[in-house]
């Protein structure tokens, strides 16, 4: 298998190729710094591939460079899979946004919200309205990660053996009725916290479609677009050509086993951050979302609706440095609204950096990044594997040397 092929020279859609070269220079001086491994970077403009860069290693110690089908941990950029899968599912009337989730999943019928104490002695009340559909969509529902580490609710997850992980042999519906004992941070809907909502939307697309949700992503989404590399496990002959993660220290960085193939649960399928994948299979997913939800004759969604999910949804039209909380770094806060499964920029001068209005955008925990700029007709994919994603400004940097090489 191969990676995406530049299909057309930049000068022909408006860029400067020598200007784009700038961001191979940036991501090789992390490489040649010892601060991340390996990089596969895709640029389009108009549906052509004008730029890649690949660079480093997918294994250091190994000497295995990283290559055009090096599969990559994608984490959170599994979200808009995942939230495609749930709007794919609103398009077919299998439910409304404002549907309480718990007419599908009973466990969050009753849910209780955080409001005092410790996280061995909660302060509850009852939540005032129940968990929406949109409001897991948004992240605003009330719930939590883990790895915060900024709330008592966050040490009752990992209490429960929730800890940049699940317990082995949890399942996804286990993991979801677990989480649904668990307090709230807040009233659903009254602020925007990065958490477990879109693994609960996972069940919530096995409950309503009858598959789980691996194969959901396999008949509906991946297997349509041609996206065979991308999956929630890793095949035994493939293990090879899986990039090895690594975690920064004071000198560098150092591969950790955290999770390797074998540490995948294919029991606990993550729709927040379980898949793996490759440059070109997830550039794949990205031109579909650039053009309106079709790419090469399949159509996901409706154009109407994509454009829905791509739009700011906070209330008031706040951004997330007003309405969120600073436990995350996969985007910016000010400057950047949230949709329906996506950083959306609704203050370009706010973000501090080149952006257009409307651009859309996620990352992963392990560095990996994308953005479509709709007004640009520009799309970026970047793959590396450096936990956590906060270690280095790789984002911005990209952002602002890729952008500068727009001409017209």
């Not at 993991?175 to 307090?183: F, G, R």
Request: aromatic share 8%; net charge negative.
């Amino acid at each position: 298998m191969t990676g995406p092929k530049q299909d057309a020279d930049p000068g022909e859609v408006g860029m400067d190729g020598h200007a784009l070269t700038r961001a191979d220079r940036v991501l090789q001086r992390y490489v040649d710094a010892g601060r991340i491994p390996g990089y596969h970077l895709v640029v389009a403009r108009r549906g052509h591939v004008v730029h890649t860069a690949l660079g480093g290693y997918r294994d250091v110690e190994a000497g295995l460079p990283a290559t055009e089908d090096t599969l990559w941990r994608i984490y959170s950029m599994t979200k808009p899979l995942t939230s495609v899968a749930v709007m794919m599912l609103v398009e077919e009337g299998a439910f409304q946004l404002t549907d309480p989730v718990s007419q599908f999943l009973p466990a969050f019928a009753e849910p209780r919200v955080y409001v005092a104490g410790s996280d061995l002695a909660p302060s509850t009340v009852p939540a005032t309205e129940p968990i929406r559909i949109w409001h897991l969509l948004t992240h605003t529902a009330g719930l939590t990660y883990d790895f915060h580490r900024a709330h008592p609710v966050d040490a009752m997850l990992r209490a429960r053996g929730f800890d940049w992980g699940s317990p082995p042999g949890t399942t996804l519906e286990g993991a979801v009725d677990a989480w649904a004992t668990l307090p709230l941070l807040f009233q659903p809907g009254s602020e925007w916290n990065y958490s477990l909502a879109t693994d609960v939307l996972g069940r919530l697309i096995e409950v309503v479609s009858g598959q789980g949700l691996d194969e959901f992503f396999a008949t509906r989404i991946t297997g349509p677009l041609g996206m065979a590399n991308t999956s929630f496990q890793v095949r035994p002959e493939d293990v090879g050509r899986l990039a090895t993660l690594y975690t920064p220290t004071p000198t560098g960085m150092q591969a950790t086993p955290r999770p390797g193939p074998e540490g995948i649960n294919p029991t606990m399928l993550s729709g927040g951050g379980g898949l793996i994948s490759t440059s070109a299979d997830y550039h794949r997913f990205v031109q579909c979302l650039s053009r309106g939800g079709e790419l090469d004759g399949v159509r996901l969604l409706g154009p109407r609706t994509l454009d829905y999910m791509t739009r700011n949804h906070l209330p008031g039209g706040v951004d997330l440095e007003r309405y969120g909380r600073r436990v995350f770094a996969e985007t910016p806060q000010t400057g950047v609204g949230f949709g329906l499964g996506f950083g959306v920029v609704i203050d370009p001068a706010g973000v501090k950096g080149l952006a257009s209005y409307g651009e859309y955008s996620w990352g992963g925990a392990a560095s990996t990044a994308f953005w479509v700029d709709p007004v640009e007709d520009l799309t970026v994919v970047l793959m590396t594997q450096l936990l956590p994603s906060s270690t280095y400004p790789l984002r911005p940097l990209l952002r602002q040397t890729i952008n500068s090489a727009l001409l017209d």
